[in-house]
């Protein structure tokens, strides 16, 4: 170390960013289009003294850089800027806080909220403050990114054959008593054949990641004794998070992690990363100079016009990302690019994905950061999905996101939950129920511009962001007093369930209620045209208490409980999603109506006696019994019929002339069944259920 200390940096290259080492020394390049100065600070092998400062004198297209001949991976270090101090401007470069590098791959120390990570004086906001953080800041590693990937590969699953299940790593495994304690909670806990054997025997085919990028907690959370358990408070782009690592079989949470992936390709499931693009760990004027911040403040945030002190908050975290400046959205692509080519994911869901498409006046379809994904040669083959909203203004933008994207469906979620929860109100009517079922058309297939095909829906009642599935028909008002704010924060829906009683209960009418609305939301939304995506543990029974938003529940209300897992209910998952597997009810195509030469329609909708639904019978609110017969091109001899009855009486369906059998009743625990019936004769349809049937002879295969 000593040597390499009091070597002399040479020029080096402005490229590629971030500190790499070539097998001789290690190159270094930090962008900032502001700063007057900026330096490479060497630390020893605990990361907490400081050994030495070099400046970075050479600087090319805004991007400073330095060679270091001799140094090796394993080289902690930290950057300081030197420039203006002057927020009215957006300035606030503060060389006395070591900041980490945004391109770091593996950071060293535990961050911990003291005040001297605050570029101002407290007492007086407008003025620098002197104090050094170096003790305290995060600071980078230098690596060597090899891995033995032997034969991994992608799987690949085409869209139409995709069904997503999203879950957090440490919440999945944490209490699981087949994963060995030493593993639960983490990235080999989520590889290990307990995990992959549940996830294998559900039927779903790729998973959906929440953030593993390395993030912060507020200070705020940890003030009160909470954390950021979800993990939407990025500070470092390219770096695993650590607090999920085992480090039992691997010195890096980045090998643990690439392990994992390695294990679930071996098993053909595909890993995609939630990332959160739309903010930083910063916060607002009043946060932290950690990093990018004190680089170049007013490169990477998007400041108000009127006051530059001040951040536009299109996040709601107290600063949005400015994509607009083509470093930062480099540093974006660079970022995708490496999670998918030294890390081998499959694919991203962008948090507040509106945000990353915001031009000078608004969101642009055609903007910058898509436009530079669809023509990447390597994240254009790659699933995206976007979360369609932001908190700016004109920030909902569902069915607004260009050709290839995926995108969740709120408004699936929420007629689906109108439907099935609120049959006696009149808010949702059977077309509202029909388009949704069939891949939203009125979103996705316009006639101004390409079609984008119903894959491009993803189909969700429940994501990690609300109440569980059980917590969905159990609970009419949040429960988030744990959270520390007064039961004020998440969503606030009066759900109107007349299940009998809130909260758990001992009356079997309630809980076999509560059991038959699960199993008909979740066959609704893996049954229905589009991407499914199945929340995970929603398929055990998983609950929280009646909290609509453990962001903050690193416990007991957040992560699975397997101890009280609905096996039936699993099961029954099951053999919906084989249900799916083997039939796919709707084909990845939009439905015209138009019979065939024989007269049958692709798709027609059916009114309790048989007869297709027409005019105002699509506008009704209250008759909550619905038909729908399903042509299936290519085989026109094996037609389908969803059957659906979403009030609290059992009722009877004409059927449409065919020998039908049926093969999934939501009435029943496991969902199985295996009865047949002549057309034209009455079935019964259980109240607050669904039942499918198909051509009679159709091949068909029953869980083992």
Not at 67 to 77: F, S
Not at 497 to 503: A, T
Not at 561 to 568: I, V
């Amino acid at each position: 170390m000593e040597c390499i200390i009091n070597t002399p940096l040479t020029e080096g290259k402005p490229w590629p960013m971030g500190a790499t080492w070539d097998g001789h020394g290690v190159n270094f390049a930090v962008f900032s289009a502001h700063a007057q100065a900026m330096d490479l600070c060497l630390f020893d092998e605990s990361g907490t003294v400081e050994l030495s400062r070099k400046r970075l004198t050479a600087h090319t297209s805004d991007v400073w850089h330095g060679y270091l001949p001799g140094a090796t991976p394993g080289l902690i270090y930290g950057l300081r800027a030197h420039g203006l101090w002057d927020p009215a401007h957006g300035h606030r470069f503060n060389p006395h806080k070591l900041l980490l590098d945004p391109y770091a791959r593996d950071l060293v120390g535990h961050f911990n909220w003291v005040d001297e990570h605050f570029g101002f004086d407290p007492l007086h906001p407008d003025q620098m403050d002197t104090r050094d953080n170096a003790g305290a800041a995060l600071k980078a590693r230098v690596v060597h990114d090899d891995f033995d990937w032997g034969n991994d590969h992608a799987p690949h699953v085409p869209l139409h054959d995709t069904v997503l299940y999203e879950l957090h790593v440490k919440g999945f495994s944490r209490t699981n008593p087949a994963v060995p304690h030493a593993l639960r909670g983490t990235y080999d806990g989520l590889a290990h054949e307990a995990s992959l054997d549940h996830i294998r025997r559900l039927g779903v085919t790729t998973l959906s990641l929440l953030p593993v990028h390395h993030a912060i907690d507020e200070q705020r959370l940890t003030r009160s004794g909470l954390s950021n358990y979800w993990g939407y408070n990025t500070l470092a782009f390219f770096a695993a998070n650590a607090a999920m690592a085992s480090g039992q079989h691997w010195q890096s949470a980045r090998d643990e992690f690439r392990s994992m992936v390695k294990s679930l390709h071996a098993h053909g499931l595909e890993v995609l990363l939630d990332v959160v693009f739309n903010h930083t760990a910063e916060s607002d004027e009043t946060g932290p100079h950690l990093s990018f911040r004190g680089l170049d403040n007013a490169s990477y945030y998007r400041l108000r016009s009127d006051n530059h002190a001040l951040y536009e908050n299109y996040s709601g975290c107290g600063n949005t990302l400015d994509i607009r400046q083509p470093r930062v959205l480099q540093m974006v692509m660079d970022s995708l690019r490496y999670w998918v080519s030294a890390m081998h994911v499959d694919g991203f869901r962008f948090d507040l994905a509106p945000v990353l498409g915001r031009g000078d006046h608004g969101f642009e379809r055609g903007g910058a950061f898509f436009t530079a994904i669809a023509q990447d040669p390597i994240l254009s083959r790659v699933k995206m999905i976007a979360e369609p909203w932001d908190t700016g203004p004109g920030g909902y933008q569902v069915g607004g996101f260009p050709r290839g994207w995926m995108e969740w469906n709120d408004r699936f979620r929420d007629v689906m939950r109108g439907y099935w929860m609120r049959a006696h109100e009149p808010l949702r009517t059977r077309g509202d129920f029909a388009m949704r079922l069939c891949g939203s058309s009125d979103l996705y297939q316009h006639h101004q511009r390409r079609q984008r095909p119903p894959t491009e829906s993803v189909n969700y009642i429940v994501s990690h962001d609300g109440f569980t599935l059980l917590d969905l028909v159990s609970y009419d008002e949040r429960h988030n007093l744990a959270n520390g704010e007064g039961n004020r924060d998440g969503h606030g829906d009066n759900l109107s369930r007349n299940c009998g009683e809130e909260g758990p209960s001992i009356n079997p009418v309630v809980n076999a209620l509560r059991a038959r609305l699960q199993r008909a939301m979740l066959a609704t939304t893996l049954l229905a045209q589009g991407t499914p995506m199945l929340c995970a543990g929603d398929e055990m029974g998983h609950t929280q208490d009646g909290n609509n938003n453990p962001y903050c529940q690193d416990n007991e209300i957040a992560w699975i409980n397997w101890s009280t897992a609905d096996r039936d209910l699993t099961r029954f998952t099951q053999w919906v999603l084989s249900l799916r597997r083997q039939l796919l009810p709707f084909g990845n195509h939009w439905y015209s109506g138009d019979p065939d030469e024989r007269g049958l329609p692709d798709l027609a909708w059916l009114q309790p006696d048989g007869q297709t639904l027409q005019g105002q019978a699509w506008n009704e609110t209250h008759n909550c019994l619905l038909g729908c017969f399903i042509g299936q091109p290519g085989r026109a001899d094996a037609p389908m019929l969803l059957l659906l009855n979403a009030g609290s009486t059992d009722d009877t369906f004409a059927l449409p002339p065919g020998h039908w059998q049926g093969v999934l009743d939501t009435s029943l625990s496991q969902g199985t069944c295996n009865w047949r019936i002549e057309g034209q004769a009455p079935v019964r349809i259980p109240a607050h259920s669904l039942l499918l049937l198909i051509t009679c002879g159709t091949p068909l295969e029953y869980l083992a």
